[in-house]
C-alpha cells in the first residue's frame, strides 16, 4: 500500500510554469507507476501523463506533450510535474496515483491510490 500527498497548485498567469508534486510514503515506491490526472468542474478525469517505477518510460497526452514533464527521485519517493507553457484550459485540480500492475497510461484504470489533489488555475 502506497499513500500519495500532492503539492506545488496555485495560480498562474498563462504562459507561466509550475512544479507540482507527489510525496509518497512506503518502501516499495519504485515498484509503482505514477501517474498524472486532472479534473475541472463538469469534466471527466482525465490522463495527464504517467512514469514507471524506474523512471526509464513516460507518456503523455497529447494536450500536454511537449509542456509537461514528468520524472521521479526514488531516493525520495517523490514523482514531480513540470508544467510550462500553461494555458487556462489547463486549469483543474491535479491528482497523482500509483499503480502496481505495470506501465499504465491513457487512463485511469489500474490506479489503485489516490492523493488528494492539488488545484492549479491559470489565469489569461
Known amino acids: 500500500q502506497v499513500q500519495l500527498v500532492e503539492s506545488g497548485g496555485g495560480l498562474v498567469q498563462a504562459g507561466g510554469s509550475l512544479r507540482l508534486s507527489c510525496g509518497a510514503s512506503g518502501s516499495t515506491f519504485n515498484s509503482y507507476t505514477i501517474g498524472w490526472f486532472r479534473q475541472a468542474p463538469g469534466k471527466e478525469r482525465e490522463f495527464v501523463a504517467a512514469?514507471?517505477?524506474?523512471?526509464?518510460?513516460?507518456n503523455y497526452a497529447d494536450s500536454v506533450k511537449g509542456r509537461f514533464t514528468i520524472s521521479r527521485d526514488n531516493a525520495k519517493n517523490t514523482v514531480y510535474l513540470q508544467m510550462n507553457s500553461l494555458k487556462p484550459e489547463d486549469t483543474a485540480a491535479y491528482y497523482c496515483?500509483?499503480?502496481?500492475?505495470?506501465?499504465?497510461?491513457?487512463?485511469?484504470?489500474?490506479?489503485?491510490?489516490w492523493g488528494q489533489g492539488t488545484q492549479v488555475t491559470v489565469t489569461s
Open positions: 512514469i514507471d517505477g524506474s523512471g526509464s518510460r513516460s
Open positions: 496515483a500509483a499503480a502496481s500492475t505495470g506501465f499504465i497510461y491513457g487512463t485511469w484504470v489500474g490506479y489503485d491510490y
